[in-house]
């Protein structure tokens, strides 16, 4: 493999399932060590550490609910005190509505619910990961996107909101983080077959609209998603910040 991520750290959230765990393997065979944490699936955690283990580097799974603020700084301790520093966040984790949701509809539990786990979860991890990086004088963010942060995406508007509004942030920190040499880089991803949206990939009538309004006419993969996310942690990449990486197949030019 030509990029190459030895001897750095990584924290990763969501890494038990779809392209976090995707993003865990693939930083653990370019050589990284690896804290990744999990909520609800940990077997399946379990197994991502396993898999990625198998390179010979540390691979640790924590649990947190990165929609608290007390579980990340927790988290981020914990990858601190395994790892001895932290070079790379991925800011992954996070939740979509499969059931179309009108606004009208919408309750102030299920937008509030929607923006703790996808918005204020980043927030949270990349607040309590900067301090070890301004100490050490550099650090990779990426925070996950969705082509829904940049287009909106109806009877999903609070997914969509909470996407839009990681480019921002990502965009502000990436000016003020600069000056301790901390890059803040987008992955905005569309429709990628994992758990979240394969039920509306693998239905007749969602699968082919779908593919239809995707130019390369399929869905991605979740290790299509961590490749562009190991590109941006790795020194490839190092004269890049503020940016959003669009890897949806063209579909995000069409919608
Ligand atoms: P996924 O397969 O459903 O996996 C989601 C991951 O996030 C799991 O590891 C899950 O952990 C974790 N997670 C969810 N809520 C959490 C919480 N409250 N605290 C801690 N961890 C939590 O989803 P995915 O498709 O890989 O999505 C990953 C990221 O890509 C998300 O931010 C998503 O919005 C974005 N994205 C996905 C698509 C797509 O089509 N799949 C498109 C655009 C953007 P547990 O299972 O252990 O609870």
């Known amino acids: 493999m030509m990029i190459s991520l030895a001897g750095k750290a990584a924290l990763i959230t969501g890494g038990s399932r779809g392209i976090g765990a995707a993003a865990v393997k693939l930083f ?20 991502v ?20 603020h007390a579980d990340n700084k927790k988290l981020v301790d914990f990858a601190i005190s ?5 070079d790379i966040v991925v800011a992954n984790a996070g939740v979509w509505n499969l059931e179309d949701l009108p ?3 919408m309750t102030e539990k299920q937008w509030d619910e929607m923006i703790r786990v996808n918005l204020k979860s980043v927030y949270s991890v990349i607040h309590f990961s900067i301090p070890q990086m301004i100490k050490q004088k550099s650090g990779k963010i990426i925070p996950i996107s969705s082509t829904a942060g940049q287009r909106g995406e109806s009877f999903h508007t609070h997914y969509g909101a909470s996407k839009g509004a990681i480019i921002s942030f990502a965009k502000g920190l990436a000016t003020e983080l600069a000056r301790h040499n901390i890059l803040v880089n987008c ?22 609209a779908i593919v239809s309004a995707i130019p390369l006419r399929r ?12 590109f941006l942690a790795s ?18 030019l069409c919608g």
């Open 103 to 105: 606004i009208e509809k």
């Open 219 to 230: 869905a991605g993969t979740a290790e299509e998603i961590a490749g562009p996310i190991l």
């Open 187 to 208: 992955v905005a991803p569309g429709w990628v077959a994992t758990d979240m949206s394969n039920p509306v990939i693998n239905s007749k009538a969602g699968g082919k």
């Open 235 to 252: 020194d490839l990449a190092n004269f890049m910040t503020g940016e959003v990486i669009n890897v949806n197949g063209g579909a995000v």
């Open 28 to 47: 653990a065979q370019a050589g990284a060590d690896v804290v990744f944490n999990y909520n609800k699936a940990k077997d399946a955690a379990e197994q």
């Open 82 to 86: 395994r790892l001895g520093r932290l």
């Open 49 to 68: 550490q396993q898999e990625a283990g198998k390179h010979g580097t540390r691979v640790e799974a924590f649990k947190a609910d990165v929609g608290h």
